[in-house]
């Protein structure tokens, strides 16, 4: 876990940053909150000066007409703030927050959509991710309300300043003096809480974990059928008792330092008021009744206000680091640069020489292959030989790192991203299914009228088409339960199928299938094949695969072992050779001998 300090500057930018998010999404509320927070602020010195200049007059004597003017003005100056006050917090703000929040996470969930799949790989990266999906909203909203109110703490307490002053220049001074130790005391205190904040981090991360590995049903088969709960509730013990001694250290600092500011304080208003009685006690003139109850009632509000706005600026500060991990994400660059060409049609792929590490180690080294349109290849190997990292690289989901990737004799960081990906289906290994409806799911977009015979043909050939029937709002069935409360859970290779017929029902020319059939029956299987030969007779298919069902009839085998080809051929000539593929098969096909 990183754990650095924000300088002022960067600090600063980085509110800066946030706010011109808030601006972008909402000026205009943006705007009224700042403008609230300068009236805010002007009616802490108004309410000391009517109240002063009220009390001055009676005890001078001055005529009832202009005490009656004075409370008139006052009353009138506190209507209009209270009705500004009522429509910008009971009308404005409620229904613009939501819309305003509304806009800042889609932002987020466009740029989430957008990042590089190497995002996911680098720990603190993905935590600040994860971070900034979560609390972006919120963020933003105090960032703006930081700001409002730092603007409402240093109008309030320059008019209350000038109150004090115009009444008594020294009282105002020395209020200013223990208001600076005062500010000393709370950059001591703000430390202990940003180290405790930054523990909590990597406290508060594990506990996230922890609850989500007990929530989701995700995690829910392997926690019945192992005791790996067990170690997951050391973990939590760990946690908790870490957490415990962090909050214990963390309290001791801060009452120390509170004890000091709780009696610089005290002693101020003690100062105060001996310091003013003597004035009115002396009886001439120089402090009136007025003055006196000014000046306490001043000096509490005035301390008060110094207190907060250096708390904003502690908070500005303290939030700041959150906001360095909005802005660290917002401003991530793809490092996937799209090129220019379009990918008008598929005619050749080929690997030069890649190596490929997703860390320090390569996971791929030296890679060379070629594959030509209308040509089927399969990939096989022990698990971590780098079959999947193979097909991730083609499709530009990572950059090789040495060598290049021709795709019709041109490096394909050269095309069109989007293009490129376009010409391309893809099974994964971990496929998913979305929740939306069955439609949804197999063209991966909003489904119209005139797209139903394509769904319904490709989730025929993708061996669905038996349990569609029974399904009573056939395509339009919704899936999965996050949505919808009538949604229907549908079994591993049901999904599965699921999956694969998003690959039939687009027009793509190069096919990747990465275990297609690892979660079918063996009937589900024979026929998917069909529904392959029928849907991609033309089309050139990448398999992954350890069915032997599948690599006997592919054009050519290419055998990886610890990111390397170590062999290459036809079925037959891979069998001839009796090599690694040859003594995977013969194991496999023994378990079929009776
Ligand atoms: P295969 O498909 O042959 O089973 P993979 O291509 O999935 O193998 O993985 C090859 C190696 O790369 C494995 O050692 C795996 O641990 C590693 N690997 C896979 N994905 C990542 C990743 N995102 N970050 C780091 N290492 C990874």
């Known amino acids: 876990m990183k754990k650095e300090k924000i300088p002022f500057k960067k600090s600063f930018k980085n509110n800066l940053f946030i706010l ?37 007059a009676l005890d001078s004597g001055e005529k009832i007409e202009y005490i009656m003017l004075l409370i008139g003005l006052m009353a009138l100056y506190t209507l209009a703030y209270e009705l500004f006050f009522a429509w910008y917090y009971k009308l404005l703000f409620p229904t613009r927050k939501l819309n305003f929040i509304r806009l800042v996470h889609k932002s987020f ?33 105090n960032t703006v309300d930081q700001l409002g109110d730092l603007i409402r703490s240093i109008v309030a307490s320059s008019s209350v300043f000038a109150v004090v002053a115009t009444i008594d220049i020294w009282v105002a001074l ?73 909050a214990i250290k963390m309290n001791l600092k801060a009452r120390v330092v509170e004890t000091f500011t709780t009696i610089l304080g005290h002693g101020l208003t003690i100062f105060i008021l001996i310091y003013m009685a003597y004035g009115l006690f002396k009886g001439d003139g120089s402090v009136l009744i007025g003055g006196f109850t000014a000046t306490i009632t001043a000096s509490w509000k005035l301390r008060n206000l110094i207190y907060d706005i250096q708390s904003k600026f502690v908070e500005m500060n303290k939030d700041s680091l959150f906001a360095d991990k909005i802005r660290t994400f917002l401003e991530t660059e793809s490092k996937i640069k799209s090129g220019e060409i379009l990918l008008d049609s598929f005619d050749s792929l080929e690997f030069k020489n890649v190596s490929f ?23 096989v190997g022990y698990n971590g ?22 795709i019709n004799n041109i490096n394909i960081k050269e095309y069109d991203l ?69 949604g229907t859970n549908l079994s591993g290779g049901e999904n599965q199928k699921i999956a694969i017929a998003r690959v039939f029902a687009h027009n793509s020319e190069l096919l990747i299938m990465d275990e297609p059939s690892s979660a079918l029956d063996p009937i589900a299987e024979y026929n998917l094949n069909l529904g392959i030969d029928k849907n991609a007779s033309e089309k050139t298919v990448i398999f992954i695969t350890h069915r032997l069902s599948t690599t006997r009839h592919v054009d050519r085998i290419y055998m990886l ?20 593929y040859a003594y995977m098969f013969n194991l496999q096909a023994q378990k079929y001998k009776i």
């Open 20 to 56: 011109s998010l808030a601006f972008k999404s909402d000026k205009v509320m943006v705007i009224m909150r700042l403008v609230m927070g300068f009236f805010t602020g002007l009616n802490h010195g108004a309410s000391v000066f009517f109240i002063s200049k009220i009390l001055n």
């Open 109 to 141: 969930f466009v740029k989430a959509s957008d990042i590089d799949l190497s995002c996911y790989d680098t720990t603190d990266f993905y935590n600040d991710f994860i971070y900034s999906m979560q609390n972006c909203d919120k963020s933003i909203t």
């Open 174 to 246: 020395v209020i200013l003096g223990a208001s600076f130790v005062n500010m000393i005391l709370r950059l001591i205190q703000n430390g202990v809480y940003y180290k405790y904040n930054l523990e909590m981090n990597e406290i508060y991360r594990k506990q996230w974990y922890i609850e989500k590995f007990f929530s989701l049903s995700d995690y829910a088969k392997e926690i019945r059928l192992t005791d790996i709960s067990k170690n997951i509730l050391n973990e939590y013990d760990r946690n908790v008792e870490k957490e415990r001694k962090e």
């Open 357 to 379: 590490a997703y860390d320090k180690e390569n996971v791929l080294s030296n890679v060379s292959f070629k594959v030509s349109k209308g040509e089927r290849i399969a990939f």
């Open 385 to 406: 030989a780098g079959k999947t990292t193979a097909t991730k690289l083609i499709m530009r989901l990572y950059d090789v790192t040495d060598g290049e990737i021709l």
């Open 418 to 486: 989007k293009s490129l990906r376009e010409k391309m289906g893809a099974v994964f290994q971990d496929y998913q299914v979305f929740s939306a409806t069955v439609a949804e799911n197999v063209l991966g977009d909003v489904y119209t009228e005139e797209k139903q015979n394509t769904v319904i043909s490709a989730l025929n050939d993708s061996t669905f088409g038996e349990k569609l029937s029974d399904l009573k709002n056939g395509i339009n069935t919704e899936l999965t339960r996050e949505f919808y409360d009538t």
């Open 561 to 580: 072992e610890k990111g390397r080809i170590i062999e290459s051929g036809s079925h037959d000539e891979l069998i001839s050779q009796n090599g690694k």
